[in-house]
T-cell receptor, first 112, second 117 residues
Framework: GNSVTQMEGPVTLSEEAFLTINCTYT??????LFWYVQYPGEGLQLLLK?????DKGSNKGFEATYRKETTSFHLEKGSVQVSDSAVYFC???????????FGQGTILTVHP | GAVVSQHPSRVICKSGTSVKIECRSL??????MFWYRQFPKQSLMLMAT?????????EQGVEKDKFLINHASLTLSTLTVTSAHPEDSSFYIC?????????????FGDGTRLSIL
């Protein structure tokens, strides 16, 4: 079956630091890959996505590249802000925006 | 943007009580809704998928008689935890999608924290 493995947190960074949250997956076929973010007290929001190999998803300064050869979709941001503090979930779907398989989530805390 | 409202946000009740959680799409018609469960420090696990007008499809290991799902209309799905026990305590999250094709994203509710005493 499908599975997603995320870098364990929590991750604590200072403002303007570089962020990487690792994500690897196991799936049959060619899944779509997603990063979702959950800010404190809120629901999940789609941060970015990639639907095929070598696609790069980007949004709000965050980027992730679909690497089929390493089955990875690592999330990066060059300079984090306090407002980026949240829980980040990597996810995959076999069919577009269909059933999602989530990673365990990574808590990010950014200090001023 | 698309909004999904989930209610209640938190519920505490005694063992043996049945609890209903509502998931509403506020500005779009949701042909498909998903119900997830999240344990502390763990991932979201899909419980079931419901399409308006048909029975919900439950994931393996999820008791359909325990977790009753009703996709009552194109804007409302309910999850009823019947005769809840402490092991049912968890964070339940719904999501809704506007169309059955793959090009519409899921929009998530804010979740419901269920605590069974």
């Amino acid at each position: 079956g499908n599975s997603v493995t995320q870098m364990e947190g929590p991750v604590t960074l200072s403002e303007e630091a570089f962020l990487t949250i690792n994500c690897t997956y196991t799936a049959t076929g060619y899944p779509s890959l997603f990063w979702y973010v959950q800010y404190p007290g809120e629901g999940l929001q789609l941060l970015l996505k990639a639907t095929k190999a070598d696609d790069k998803g980007s949004n709000k300064g965050f980027e992730a590249t679909y690497r089929k050869e390493t089955t990875s979709f690592h999330l990066e941001k060059g300079s984090v802000q306090v407002s980026d503090s949240a829980v980040y979930f990597c996810a995959l779907s076999d069919l577009g925006y269909g059933k999602l398989t989530f990673g365990q989530g990574t808590i990010l805390t950014v200090h001023p | 943007g698309a909004v999904v409202s989930q209610h209640p946000s938190r519920v505490i009740c005694k063992s043996g009580t049945s609890v209903k959680i509502e998931c509403r799409s506020l500005d779009f018609q949701a042909t498909t809704m998903f119900w997830y469960r999240q344990f502390p420090k763990q991932s979201l696990m899909l419980m079931a998928t419901s399409n308006e007008g048909s029975k919900a499809t439950y994931e393996q290991g999820v008791e359909k008689d325990k977790f009753l799902i009703n996709h009552a209309s194109l804007t409302l799905s309910t999850l009823t935890v019947t005769s809840a026990h402490p092991e049912d305590s968890s964070f339940y999250i719904c999501s809704a999608r506007a169309r059955t094709d793959s090009n519409q994203p899921q929009h998530f509710g804010d979740g419901t924290r269920l605590s069974i005493l």
